[in-house]
């Protein structure tokens, strides 16, 4: 595929101020084959009428009142005419160099149906404060059973995430009867189709602000993972319950759980991207984080807040 078109899915409800931020990450790059879709539940924050005094052609809005945040997305993607997708929330960020790499690996390596970059995190401010660690392996089998959530094997960053309209049209497309989990139910049945490439880069950036919907629905985010979460046999629900209750066994596990996955890695000598496929661990992280995960665990309890992702 040359210069693969790449569409875009933002859905926003009073998005000030940070739309604006996100919606300049995405238009602001020098990449012109795009489509930019937003889709606006009835903001009623100054958030339309920002909308609306974007002047860029690659920029499409549609105004839904009252359609739930994924029905939108799904809206978005639906209507997308892109070889490519992907969704960003409107507190979230593309790096300036997103939209270039996401075309180069799509043109470049035609096995590559879905792919993921090193999750990365910011602050209210726009201060980014955590990149993850080394590119980790998904196995189909695991991404199929819906381990890949925060409580059990770490999450997979849906900003970072990328794909080919024609495996989203062969999974069927998101399934709005979860209202949180969405993503993850998406990502096992894009397992069934295609393996999950990591890139070694950082593609998004999630931010962390005071009251967003992702800390406050956290909870309920893993209710919702363990409806289609599949752990029939000893070994599966063993594994997620240490996982769930002991945090020192889930970073052991997870160092200990290795499989072969591609992986698009910078060759320095030729100075190009290169697919390989390589047998590494499902966790990011080494053993060392875990004391300060720990640490973050204990003060955040202190606090009466929730704890940090430390496996996202």
Request: proline share 5%; net charge positive; hydrophobic share 40%.
């Amino acid at each position: 595929m040359a210069n693969p078109y790449i569409s875009i899915v933002t859905t926003v409800l009073n998005g000030m101020p940070y739309v604006r931020d996100a919606v300049n990450s995405i238009l602001g790059q020098s990449f012109s084959p795009l489509e930019y879709i937003v889709v606006d539940a009835g903001s009623s924050d100054g958030t339309a009428e920002y909308l609306q005094g974007v002047q860029d052609p690659r920029l499409s809005i549609l105004r839904e009142p009252g359609i739930g945040q994924y029905e939108a997305i799904d809206l978005g993607l639906r209507r997308a005419r892109g070889e490519v997708l992907g969704w960003l929330n409107a507190d979230d960020l593309y790096y300036p160099w997103t939209l270039n790499l996401v075309q180069l690996f799509f043109s470049a390596f035609s096995n590559v149906h879905w792919l993921t970059g090193l999750p990365s995190h910011i602050d209210s401010q726009g201060r980014c404060t955590k990149i993850g660690g080394a590119p980790a392996a998904y196995p189909a089998a695991a991404l199929q059973k819906g381990w890949f959530s925060p409580e059990f094997l770490g999450s997979i960053q849906q900003e970072s995430t990328f794909w080919r309209k024609e495996l989203y049209e062969a999974a069927g497309g998101l399934d709005c009867r979860y209202r949180l989990a969405a993503d993850a139910h998406l990502w096992g049945k894009f397992a069934l189709h295609a393996e999950l490439t990591t890139a070694n880069v950082p593609l998004a950036a999630v931010r962390h602000h005071d009251g967003q919907r992702s800390v406050a629905g956290r909870e309920a985010y893993a209710r919702e993972v363990l409806q289609f979460q599949r752990c029939e046999e000893i070994s599966g629900k063993l594994l997620r319950r240490m996982c769930r209750y002991h945090p020192v066994l889930q970073y052991t596990l997870l160092l200990a759980y290795t499989a072969k996955s591609p992986m698009l890695t910078y060759d320095y000598r030729s100075c190009t991207w290169q697919l390989v496929r390589t047998r590494r661990s499902v966790s990011r992280y080494p053993l060392s984080s875990l004391r300060a995960a720990l640490d973050a665990t204990v003060q955040a309890k202190q606090q009466g807040s929730p704890a940090p992702g430390a496996l996202s």
